[in-house]
Structures are given as structure tokens and as C-alpha cells.
């Protein structure tokens, strides 16, 4: 009784805000978060806190720019991974500045998690999105710093903030083309079984916003032909859909297949 009896007292404000929820991405390099840039562009338009982690500043992502890898291109990503944040509305992202191209190393492991649970523990999450084993386009560190993501979850006596929720992005098995390659994507890139797919976010509204942070992404993806065809791509395979797989819940663990990260949570 005492939800409606606290919501009658503060009115249908209070109860709008009760339902705010936070949400953390944590991802490897700047422009992983377009992976999943749609739902954060919606959920940050709904209201709900939307944070995101970066791992590595991307320092060797060297395959479409002039700039040569190193700290130079480092910075000129920072800078590339701020404005997509701008760009979907959530928070200034948290960037951890390890090396690109070597998660696996154990000084990385240990930095990234003490780092990742001070962040946890500041913005109190309740539900985290990372990458699967499979890293969606295969790259070790995807899978690294999902790995790590899933480490410090799963130690909650270690965490002063407990989230809820893990997910894994997820790309459908029934959208993987014969051959990724001809759609951009890696020829690493692993896909899940549908049957394992616990959350489809509709995320159409998210869209347009997405469009406007790939174009932060200027040393990726230029010209902007070329980032053009990619999300044309990306809207005619899975339109404004993200695709998740939940991976561990303490609390809210749907019966079947949901649309929303934030089902069964206070
Ligand atoms: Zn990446």
C-alpha cells in the first residue's frame, strides 16, 4: 500500500519520476555505442539517465582516416565519441583511455574494472548493456570488455551499487546475411540465435539521432557517403530495433519476450 499512498501524496509527477530509470552502456571503442544508439537516444528522450563507457580511446582504428594511430587519433576520437553522446542526448561519456587493441592485457582487465565499478557505484545503474562473448563484430576487445563488464556484475558483494540487469547486444541470427561483408558488417561478425533473444527494443524514434552521431565519427566513416550507405544498411536489416540478450537479472526476469530493458524493475 504504501507506493499509492506515497504516489496520492506527491501526485502524478511524483509517480512519472518513480519509474525513471538508469541505464549504463559499456562498449570498447569510440562509435561501439552506435550498436545500440537508438535505444539510448530513446530512453535519454523518455527522461531516463543514459551513461556510457568507453574503454580504449580507439588509438589504432587507423583504417579510414589520414590522422596516424596513436595518441593523435586517440584524442581526435575522444573528441568524435563526446559528440555522438551530445548527439542521442545522454551524458558525457566516461572515457577510460586504455590502449586500443589490448583489452586482454591483465593491466587493462584490472584498470577497466576498478574503473567500471567506480562508475557503478557513482551512477547507481539498473541495468547494464555490454557486448556477448561473441563481441558482435568479433574484435577481442568487444569481447574483452564484455567479458569484464560481466565479471564485475556478477560480484555483487564487491559493488557498493548493485544493477539489476545484464544484457548482451545481440545481432539476430535470422538477419545475418550469407556474407556480412556485403552489408559492412566484419566477416567475424557472430549472430544469436532468435530463440535466445529475450528484448527487442523499438527504437524507430531513436533514429534520427543515431544518423546524427555516426556523423561524429568523422575518422571512421567519411566520407559521409560511405557512413550514408551504413545506416541505410543498418535501418533496412533491423530498421530502428536493438536486439538484446538478457544475461543475468537479480530482479525482473521476463517470462517472455520483452520491449523494454526496464520490465519488472521498481
Ligand atoms: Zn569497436
Redesign the pocket.
Known amino acids: 500500500m504504501l507506493a499509492p499512498m506515497l504516489a496520492a501524496l506527491w501526485g502524478p509527477g511524483a509517480a512519472a519520476a518513480a519509474s525513471k530509470h538508469t541505464l549504463l552502456a559499456v562498449f570498447?571503442?569510440p562509435?561501439?555505442e552506435i550498436t545500440v544508439a537508438p535505444m539510448l537516444a530513446r530512453y535519454a528522450a523518455e527522461g531516463h539517465d543514459v551513461y556510457l563507457v568507453t574503454a580504449t580511446s580507439g588509438q589504432a582504428g587507423d583504417a579510414n582516416t589520414d590522422i596516424p594511430a596513436g595518441p593523435e587519433l586517440g584524442a581526435a576520437r575522444e573528441k568524435e565519441v563526446r559528440c555522438s553522446a551530445r548527439a542521442l542526448g545522454i551524458h558525457e561519456p566516461f572515457l577510460f583511455q586504455l590502449q586500443d587493441g589490448r583489452m586482454a592485457e591483465p593491466a587493462s582487465i584490472e584498470a577497466m574494472a576498478k574503473r567500471l565499478r567506480e562508475v557503478i557505484n557513482r551512477v547507481k545503474p539498473d541495468v547494464i548493456v555490454t557486448f556477448g562473448p561473441d563481441g558482435v563484430?568479433g574484435?577481442p576487445?568487444?569481447r574483452m570488455v564484455g567479458a569484464v563488464a560481466t565479471e564485475v556484475f556478477q560480484w555483487r558483494e564487491r559493488l557498493e551499487w548493485r544493477p539489476k540487469k545484464l544484457y548482451y547486444v545481440a545481432l539476430p541470427a535470422s538477419y545475418m546475411p550469407p556474407d556480412p561483408a556485403q552489408v559492412g558488417l566484419s566477416r567475424q561478425s557472430a549472430a544469436v540465435s532468435d530463440e535466445f533473444i529475450t528484448t527487442v527494443v523499438d527504437a524507430e524514434a531513436g533514429l534520427e539521432k543515431t544518423w546524427r552521431a555516426m556523423q561524429c565519427h568523422v575518422t571512421q566513416w567519411a566520407p559521409v557517403e560511405r557512413m550514408r550507405r551504413m545506416f541505410e544498411v543498418r535501418k533496412k536489416i533491423i530498421g530502428g530495433n536493438v536486439y538484446l540478450r538478457l544475461a543475468l537479472a537479480s530482479e525482473g526476469s521476463p517470462a517472455e519476450r520483452e520491449g523494454d530493458v526496464f520490465t519488472g524493475l521498481d
Do not use: E, P
Open positions: 570498447a571503442h562509435d561501439d563484430s574484435h576487445d568487444h
